[in-house]
């Protein structure tokens, strides 16, 4: 090889070599890539929230004043003595934007032991969602399907009967219903069954009469059920109804545990909502609330007593009711609203895929009409519809109340209320414990607390100015 040929190569290598060496250097000067952000865990991760409100409330798009006359409406109500006590929470973008207490919550209504932000409620039929979700569980498994006649999974309601009217002597005429409800009508309320909280027809008298909220158990529940007819044909009208207590049964009888254990695994366990049970264990007595009703005769709140007709909420072997048997804690339902409203997640623990809360959530009874909200009596409201185990604000525009479109809520016995809004990404739970009568002029807790609760969204969030609360209503009996 000559030595021009050596000294071309030799400057083909060395430029080779050079532009190496450039493109390291230019690497090793080129600035780092920026690291990838650290998750940064959602408050509701931590066991103890809901616990503070944030500071800054603009954050979550509300306004300092417009908060300010939430809380002393409620604060209002107690010393007008509509009720002993309550606590609120509002909560938005999983932050707590107000969580508040006012009054007692256990003996005299003036001088007693003062309301908590960790008080104990007899939820009543706020146990229902929380069973519905139980069920929904059970049907991601495979082991039920919507249109699935009941019978199937509790063929000792195989031989019910349909009235059809009342003789002259007042018993009920009785047919062979047309067929079996079906698993979605027992979680809408339109499966026909009666309940015995209200009506003097000879169902609900049946349900009162034999006790059947009363059972041992739920095996002798639904034997009690087996044996009293319906009140409609399935599908034909929407009829508060015992069929959340018929789905406690068959949670415990699909599952292959206990009601209250498979809640207890499946539910409560992974929400952090220990203090939710069915019954007041011996360290929760000090915060066990007391009930009362206002007197009209001494114009006063008077505590209610314990009813002697079936065991009591300490009662450790009362029937696991899942239609209105918990005993639980703002804390705790406001965690389980909070799993709902992330579509069925919280704290890294998934409960429920999204399409399914997606599905509870949808109205599932059509142009049928409501009558009540599981707190009080109404006369079925158009753009109210019902999903599986709560309502659902189907059409707010309709209504004319301020909930976003496809809120969904329910209510229980003692008052106690609460709602989910996905449109604008809150909730809000009340607390109270009032049964037997209300103060003439009393708050209508549900409709005044949502005015003010969407009044105080700020004008930035969007929101449109909220309507006048519905008007009171009497509480059913």
Known sequence: MSNR??????????AAASMIVLTAACEKAKPAEPAAPVAVAAPSADPAWPAAAVADLSQLGFTAEGLAALDARLAKSVADQDVAGVVGLLARNGEVAQFSAHGVQSGDPA???PMTKDSLFRIYSMSKPITGVAMMQLFEQGKWKLDDPVTLYAPELANLKVMTGVDKAGKAILANPTRAPTMKEIMSHTAGFGYGLSGNDPVNSAFRDQGVLASANLEEMMGKIAGIPLLYEPGTRWSYSVSVDIQGYLVQKLSGQKFGDYLKANVFTPLGMNDTSFYVHEEQKARFTDV??????TSKLVKNEDRPDRPGFTDPNRMESGGGGLVSTTHDYARFCQMLLNKGELAGNRLLKPETVELMAQNHI????????GTTANPGLPGVGFGLDFAVYDDSAVTGQPYGKGTFYWGGAAG???????VNNLFYIGMIQSMGGARPEAMNYRADSA???????APAAGAAPAPAPAPATPPAQ
């Open 111 to 113: 001088t007693g032991a």
């Open 292 to 297: 009362y009703h206002w007197d009209k005769d």
């Open 416 to 422: 106690t209320w609460f709602w989910i809004d996905p």
């Open 451 to 457: 005015k003010l609760v969407y009044g105080a969204l």
């Open 5 to 14: 040929m050596f000294g071309a190569g030799a400057r083909v290598w060395l």
């Open 366 to 373: 059509g142009e049928l009409r409501l009558y009540s909200d």
